[in-house]
């Protein structure tokens, strides 16, 4: 701790010793018989001042003569007060207000109305200020405004969100309406950037986009981390369909850790929140447990603002090495009077994308049908092949179904179009808000309702929200926020190959089996589950009635912020914030079932809790260093601690059938387990403005860990920033270029680990064996850790043309994560498994650009934006630990599918095995007409060459249109259910060479042959590899598959494209006219119809979407493994304001 | 220019902060707290982890060796459609690395947790305690002995040591390893006679015995002699005198001696037979194994009442075995439902698990005389091993003594050469369902004879035909990470097929 010491000494040197400067433009003139006016107009040009005068004045023309040289404004005022009958009001900004003298300065009210200049609607929440004080006031909803004014000279100030700020010098007058013009640039203007301080975009030199609440809330997802999708450059976002509350990947400029979740940092109103993953369903089964960023009701969003590089997230530390997004709620506002907002969404969801299957051939295999081999179904149920659909044509004949029961053999509709139900989701929100000079003060609550299109799950959810800022006295302010989340999920479904897998079951169901067959049957008359045969399947029905899941979330977030206004130099910041969230979850399996159950009945549930705290404090010093050169001073600490603690139990075999309860359970086991961290932090940023162009920004952190050997436990962060402004440096014509900014950047952040890694330990068994059992954990501890280190840098530009109706943004980066902490796998003689070592670097770079434009703005309120984003990130592995030529990171169907990292390759190739192809890529074939088999290579990757997403708005009068297209080019995953699907018989695909085969060999043994008649089929597309000439040997169809898959293990054919295009997004909405609302006592009315994840333009995958990984982790898109059908959502919302 | 005062109040506010933050300082010593984990023990003693890997060494490594690997180059069983290419000859796997799946079961199991005991109980730990230390030496040795005869040369001194820094441990010529192992349990069992009761692990603490101290050195001493047996052929000098040593000290003689685990009637996963658990809980109609036609004609050949306790007779009521190593196209056309199948009683939820039996011991001592080894009529040692292995089995007595008493193979006949066979034949039947030494058997004596595969219907694998004598090394992690030294072993032996014969396999 010395060190700190040290440091704590030198930041309180520098703070208290930093020298200022102060200078005052001096002005020189020289005029002699000049009218008033142009007397104005030369001190306009030689300085920044600025007069504000009315027209009919009568002095204006007079003959003024002066001669100064060097001297204060204030000297040259007097002169002219001295020569005129009028007097002058220095304000701040160089402004000075000209007035007649003669006339009484009394107090007025002034009143007016504030349209928007594009559509001439009122305007509500603009901030209405007399210039020179703090007195304000906002307009209501139709943008009227009153204000009290110390004179009828002063000058007012309007300012909004998104339009040009105007100064407006009363003059007299007592009545001002006016139009704001929309500021097209001013829209990204300000920005929330880290520890939410809130910049001007222009001064940044990183990448850093912010997103507002209309563009995040128009359509209603259960985690409004979706609705990011395709919004931001640099940004993957994929929500796997897992029902109702699951989680989503996220993932910002690649992966850059082996070892974390790479998932961005989530911080909340300054407060760093938990948004992790509660459980991910594996490719053998299991279901997605949902993640902690679905908490975060969309409603409560003001703006979401990424943090994409480690430049912008420096100032978090370890925590920001995979970026931020920043979440800024929703707070009160000064009106008068109690804002009412109601909103209410009501969105559909249904199945969209779902494998397309054959429709011709039933149960069996070699074309035959089961009972070819033995006349009793129900000792063939359960064996393979005869559970596959490679049987005979289905035409109506009479054949012994599943059940033994003679029925006519035909093909049943697609279960994947037929079992789902159509979802939805209710969302209701009112909130209340208002406030005056002192309070500010809004309060929500949501309730949300929703139904998965599985037939048991269901959501509910409510979440209540109370935010207030308060003023004590002069210099303090205080601001606290409380938030409340309980969500209840009931049956999440289970996906992958679980045996309660409906999407799997649909895969390879055999063809002529209906569901209404399953769902009559789904016990035997001793009240087992019929159907279920081996670990492969059950049957789907039983699963829906007698295997079910619920989990109960209660959260809270806390926060209570004092800023101390200590002087004008100084402001102090003290903040706490907590986040708690308990969880329970309970899984149940009645007895009756061998696969789900092994017949007796499973239970189990189990109860977490999670905390985080977060407290800091944060100095802020301002100064203006020279005329042009301002200094901005940030010291900041953060104490951080984490806890995590959870009981468990779980058992099988049930006494007493129907009471789902531990009490009923014969054979029972108990589990717990807690961890805590602590992580100190104490920080320094800093930023140097220089004129209006050139701005300097340096970060400094360093972060204290318990997790870390205590000699080691200290690392340091730093990044420095330039942004420069070349279009004012060089006054460059703006008609021209009205934004020229070039930007660079560099840092480098750290990443910790978990607690308990430093040393060895015992663990005891608990077990009913009369023995006392223990063992040793098969990974071992390294007390040599090193933070890993993530460095990057990053130049980009942003150009604005045609007054910035064209804007582009622009940025590359680069960055190497090395000391990756990871787990390098040990030679298994060693007795272990592997250690936690520092080892490897992750290289990521790529570019993310912005176009933005507007082509068309009319008079008559026609307006057009339109904006393309899209980047490239490659995710390269350099090098892993000493030894290691690989590292498995996700293994499918028995290891003939390898996710991996190996150096020189990008982050999560995938390797299997090919064919043997000639230099003209054609398989080689064998002289009996099968493909030989080649080596297991890469064959593909995860990562997309490009992602990005094209967004038009339109509005006119009260409508608008929005739409959002999102596109993936490249990029590879398995398809591990259109490989089942082939070995099994049921896709389309597997048609090929099936009538053909049949037409010759029908009723015939796969191996036999007819003498004379030459065997048609399936024709494998290649060349003979000993003549050179086209194969045309034909192979008996399912053999063909069964050979390439299951015994060459071939699966090149099952890597496929991620590339699609997809309309993500639309959005049609109605403001309702002032001149029907102003008969109602609503101040707004809002109608939006909505539809997310409509369609696809283009799907190479076909069957399924890309986006169907099998879990939200860093290479949870490297596979798809029957998760639920792609869904789309469309519906209606609506928002009242009273 | 001029510079700006700060005024005192400033100067204070900040001060009285910064002195706050410094208050953050010295929490080393409750971080040091803070990081150790609650969940686990910094430290535990021997008993907790020699039980586990007892416990590790009968139930976790079953089906690698006897279902993967053992059965099927034994011609005993044939397993499912996609645990078939030991079966077929074929030393590629469909399911990843099955080979460092053996070794890593073993290594990472048993042998990771007594080589703790080892240290912990050995000189200077701190359980000392010699007779501890012995007998952890036994199940040590005991899963070694396996491993090396499954790949032949394997890190054996430095093995499972990696808390002791040696992460990438030495392979040992599997000559040195049999020679070390013999000694070990030599020291073993000197030390263990010398031992008192109170010293060793007492009743609560052995699964094996129950604390009996007699039973732990007949064990040692009859490991040795299978050891010695083992490798007799490579070095009879050495090991004829190994023989001869152990065939003077006690045995297991009886078969409440036996090396097993006991199993309990439970509806407990954890306390019953894995191999219930393995065959009838999980993969009913999958017929996981199909008894072999090899095993199964062996058996009614000879009228062997043993059969109807292990197999099922199919519909048409009579016991058909299934060909090993079928090709892919005839395979998928066997019938598998009409074949016989393993019967409840055999996969019994509280049949024991078992690694060495009185009836192996017999055999070996039937087989020690029969080559003029030790004394004893070789004859009488061979009924009173298949007496044994009946009984292992509760057959019924009137069924043995009339196998006995009617069967040809029920007593040695012909010259050496055959009664050798029908000895090896017996240890074959009598190691079900430990297969693994029932391939190790036909290894060692080349009994009961597998011919080489020769027509289309079989699969030739990579062998020509011809069984194979061992497995690959590991090809994944253990390959990439301790490459030198494995690279060094392949050397050494001459190469890494699975046709290589291992040192002691000369006959």
């Not at chain 1, 049957?521 to 589950?529: H, Q």
Request: glycine share 8%.
């Amino acid at each position: 701790m010395r060190s700190m010491k040290l440091k704590l000494l030198f930041l309180i040197v520098f703070v208290l010793f930093a020298t200022h400067s102060f200078s005052q433009e001096s002005i020189s003139l020289k005029v002699e018989d000049v009218a008033l006016v142009n007397v104005f107009k030369t001190i306009e040009e030689e300085s920044d001042y600025r007069f504000y005068y009315s027209d009919d004045l009568v002095d204006l023309n007079k003959s003024i003569s002066m001669d100064v040289k060097d001297v204060d404004i204030r000297l040259v005022v007097a002169e002219l007060e001295l020569q005129t009958d009028l007097s002058f009001r220095l304000m701040e900004d160089r402004l000075i207000v000209v007035l007649p003298s003669d006339v009484p300065l009394l107090p007025a009210v002034v009143t007016g109305k504030i349209t928007s200049a594009n559509d001439r609607y009122g305007l509500p929440g603009v901030t209405v200020v007399v210039l020179g004080t703090t007195d304000g006031v906002i307009t209501d909803g139709n943008g009227q405004y009153m204000i009290e004014v110390p004179d009828k000279y002063a000058v007012l100030t309007f300012r909004y969100v998104g339009f040009q700020s105007q100064e407006v010098p009363l003059n007299g007058r007592i009545n001002v309406d006016l139009e704001l013009a929309e500021d097209i640039m001013a829209i990204e203007e300000v920005i929330v950037t880290a520890l939410s301080i809130e910049r001007d975009k222009n001064s940044l030199g990183y990448s850093i986009t912010q997103v507002g609440s209309d563009e995040l809330n128009s359509v209603k997802e259960n985690n409004p981390i979706n609705s990011l999708a395709g919004k931001v450059a640099g940004l993957q976002i994929s929500s796997t369909p897992t029902g109702v509350d699951g989680s989503t990947r996220v993932i910002l400029r690649g992966v850059a850790s082996l070892s974390s979740g790479n998932r961005p940092l989530i911080v909340v109103d300054g407060i760093p929140v938990d948004g992790g993953t509660y459980g991910n369903a594996g490719i053998g089964g299991g279901k997605d447990m949902g993640d902690a960023l679905s908490d975060i009701n969309p409603e409560d969003i003001e703006s979401m603002s990424v943090l994409k590089g480690a430049g912008a997230a420096a100032a978090y530390g370890s925590r920001g090495s995979n970026g931020v997004i920043l979440i800024t709620t929703k707070s009160g506002t000064k009106r008068k009077g109690l804002g009412v907002t109601f909103n209410s969404s009501y969105i559909l969801e249904s199945v969209s994308t779902y494998p397309q299957l054959q429709s011709k051939y039933g149960q069996g295999a070699f074309g035959q049908h089961p009972t070819e081999v033995t006349a009793d179904m129900a000792a063939i149920k359960g064996e393979e092949p005869w559970i596959w659909s490679w049987g005979r044509p289905m035409e109506g004949q009479t054949l012994p179904d599943w059940l033994d029961n003679p029925i006519p053999y035909t093909a049943e509709p697609n279960p994947f179009g037929k079992f789902y139900r159509t979802g939805s989701n209710l969302m209701n929100t009112l909130a209340l808000d208002g406030g005056n000079d002192i309070t500010t003060m809004r309060a929500s609550i949501t309730f949300q309702n929703g139904k998965g299109i599985y037939p048991t799950n269901d959501m509910n959810k409510q979440t209540i929200n109370l935010r207030s800022t308060t003023k004590v006295g002069k210099r303090v302010e205080v601001d606290g926020k409380f938030t409340y989340i309980h969500n209840k999920v009931e049956n999440r479904p289970y996906v992958s190959e679980d045996v309660a897998s409906s999407s799997w079951a649909f895969s390879i169901l055999p063809r002529d089996v209906s569901l209404q067959s399953l769902e009559d049957n789904y016990v035997d008359e001793n009240g087992i589950e019929q159907w279920g045969w081996d670990r492969t399947l059950g049957n789907i029905y039983w699963s829906l009635k007698n295997k079910q899941n619920s989990d109960e979330k209660h959260r809270m977030q806390g926060l209570l912020s004092i800023n101390y206004d200590i002087s004008e130099r100084f402001d102090l910041l003290v903040r706490s914030g907590l986040d708690y969230t308990n969880r329970n979850s309970m899984e149940y399996a009645t007895q009756g079932s061998r696969v789900n159950s092994n017949y007796n009945g499973r239970y189990s549930n189990g109860m977490d809790n999670r905390l985080e705290m977060n407290s800091d404090f944060l100095i802020s010093y301002r100064e203006d260093l020279s005329e042009n050169l301002n200094l901005y001073l940030n010291l900041g600490g953060n104490h951080r601690y984490q806890q995590y603690k959870s009981i468990n139990q779980w058992g099988d075999t049930w006494k007493v059938p129907d009471f789902f309860h531990i009490s009923n359970i014969e054979n029972y086991y108990t589990g717990q387990y807690f961890n805590e961290k602590e992580v100190l932090s104490l920080y320094g940023l800093g930023t140097l403005t220089y004129a209006n162009w050139a701005y300097l920004d340096f970060t400094y952190r360093n972060d204290w860990s318990s997790t870390l050997p205590a000699e080691s436990n200290s690392y340091n962060f730093y990044s420095g920033n330039l942004s420069l402004v070349f279009t004012e440096l060089f006054e460059i014509n703006p008609s021209i270029l009205s934004l020229g900014k070039l930007r660079g950047s560099y840092a480098r952040v750290g990443n910790d680990t978990g607690p308990y890694q430093t040393q060895n330990y015992y663990s005891v068994w608990q077990t009913q064996w009369p023995y006392p059992v223990g063992s040793m954990s098969g990974r071992l501890a390294f007390a040599d850790f090193k933070p890993e280190i993530t460095s990057s840098w990053e130049l980009g530009a942003n150009l604005g043309f045609l007054k910035n109706r064209i804007n582009l943004d622009f940025a590359y980066y680069n960055s190497i994560s090395e000391n990756q902490i990871m787990d390098v796998k040990l030679a298994p003689s060693s007795g272990f498994d592997n250690i936690k070592q520092n080892a490897g670097a992750i290289r990521n770079n790529g570019f993310e650009a912005l176009i933005s434009a507007t082509p068309v703005t009319s008079v008559k309120g026609f307006a057009w934006d339109v904006s393309l984003n899209f980047s490239r990130n490659k995710s390269m592995v350099e090098s892993l630990a000493e030894g290691e030529d690989r590292k498995v990171l996700a293994t499918a169907i028995n290891g003939m599918v390898l996710v991996e990292v190996r150096p020189g390759e990008p982050f999560g190739s995938i390797y299997g095995r090919d064919y043997i192809r000639d230099e003209n890529g054609n398989k080689l074939i064998d002289d009996n007409g099968r493909a030989l088999q080649g080596e297991v290579q890469n064959l593909g990757d995860i990562n997309p060459d490009l992602i990005g997403g094209l967004a038009n708005h339109f509005s006119y009068k009260g409508f608008n249109l929005s739409f959002l297209i999102d596109f993936q080019l490249g990029g590879e995953f398995y398809s591990h259910s259109q490989l089942y699907r082939d070995l099994f018989g049921t896709s389309v695909e597997s048609l090929e060479g099936r009538d053909e085969w049949y037409s010759t060999h029908e009723g015939l043994f796969h191996s036999q042959t007819i003498p004379g008649v030459i065997p048609k089929g399936y024709v494998e597309e290649g060349v003979n590899v000993n003549t050179g000439q086209a194969n045309d040997i034909a192979q008996q169809p399912m053999l063909r598959n069964v050979n390439v898959i299951w015994f060459d293990r071939i699966v090149s054919d099952y890597i496929l494209d991620a590339s699609n295009v997809r309309m993500r997004e639309i959005v049609l909405g109605y403001n309702l006219p002032r001149s029907i609302l102003d008969k109602t006592p609503f101040e707004d009315i809002n109608i939006s119809l909505v539809g997310r994840n409509l369609f696809f333009f283009y799907n190479a995958a076909v069957h399924v979407d890309p986006e169907s990984g099998y879990n939200a982790s860093s290479i949870g898109n490297a596979i798809e493994a029957t998760a639920l059908p792609a869904t789309r959502s469309y519906g209606v919302s609506v928002t009242v304001n009273f | 220019m001029k510079s700006k005062k700060y005024n005192k109040f400033e100067i204070k506010s900040v001060l009285v902060l910064l002195l706050t933050m410094a208050m953050f300082s010295s929490c080393d010593e409750r971080w040091e707290e803070m990081n150790t984990d609650p969940n686990q023990l910094s430290s535990l003693s021997d008993e907790y982890l020699f039980t586990n890997a007892v416990r590790q060494t009968f139930r976790d490594q079953f089906e690698r060796f006897d279902i993967d690997f053992g059965g099927q180059f034994a011609h005993i069983w044939i397993s499912n459609s996609w645990n078939r290419e030991a079966d077929k000859y074929n030393d590629i796997q469909s399911q990843g690395d099955i080979y460092e799946r053996v070794f890593h079961g073993v290594y990472n199991g048993p042998i990771r947790n007594i080589v703790e005991v080892m240290q912990m109980t050995g000189p200077g730990g701190d359980f000392e305690n010699s007779a501890r230390y012995a007998q952890a030496s036994i199940i040590g040795t005991l899963n070694f002995s396996r491993l090396t005869d499954f790949f032949g040369d394997i890190p054996y001194f430095e093995g499972g040591m990696g808390k002791y820094d040696i992460l990438k441990p030495v392979y040992d010529e599997q000559e040195v390893i049999y020679s070390d192992m013999v000694s070990r349990l030599e020291d073993a069992i000197s030390v263990l006679k010398a031992a008192s009761d109170t010293e060793i692990y007492s009743s609560a603490e052995d699964p094996l015995f129950a604390g009996d101290r007699d039973n732990w050195i007949s064990f040692a001493n009859s490991l040795r002699l299978r050891l010695a047996m083992h490798a007799r052929f490579a070095d009879p000098g050495t090991y004829n005198d190994v023989i001869t040593e152990c065939l003077g000290e006690v045995l297991i003689e009886e078969n409440s001696q036996n090396v097993k685990l006991d199993m309990e009637d439970s509806n407990n996963t954890s306390l019953y037979n894995p191999w219930h658990a393995k065959i009838i809980d999980y993969q009913a109609s999958l017929y996981t194994l199909n008894w072999s036609a090899k095993f199964i004609d062996a058996l009614k050949d000879t009228n062997d009442p043993r059969l109807a306790f292990f197999a099922t007779k199919n519909s048409s009521d009579e016991y058909v075995g299934m060909p090993n190593g079928l090709a892919d196209t005839y395979y998928s056309g066997w019938s598998r439902a009409n074949s016989s199948l393993a019967t409840e009683a055999f996969l019994a939820k509280d049949q024991p698990m078992y690694l060495m039996a009185a009836s192996e011991i017999y055999f070996l001592r039937a087989e020690a005389a029969l080559f003029g080894l030790g004394s004893g009529d070789a004859n009488t040692l061979y009924q009173t091993g298949i007496e044994m292995a009946m009984d292992q089995w509760s057959i019924e007595d009137s069924l043995v003594t009339k196998y006995l008493s009617e069967e040809a193979e029920a007593s040695l006949f012909g010259d050496q050469e055959n009664s050798f066979r029908q000895i090896a034949t017996q240890l074959w039947i009598s190691f079900v369902p430990t297969t693994f030494e029932g391939w190790t058997t036909i290894r060692r004596t080349g009994y009961p004879v597998i011919e080489q595969r020769t027509s289309d219907m079989y699969s030739q694998g990579v062998t020509d035909g011809y069984m194979p004598t061992r497995l690959k090394y590991p090809f994944t992690v253990e390959a990439s990470v301790n490459g030198a030294n494995q690279q060094a072993a392949i050397e050494n032996m001459g190469g890494n097929k699975i046709d290589l014969p291992l040192w002691w396999d000369v006959r």
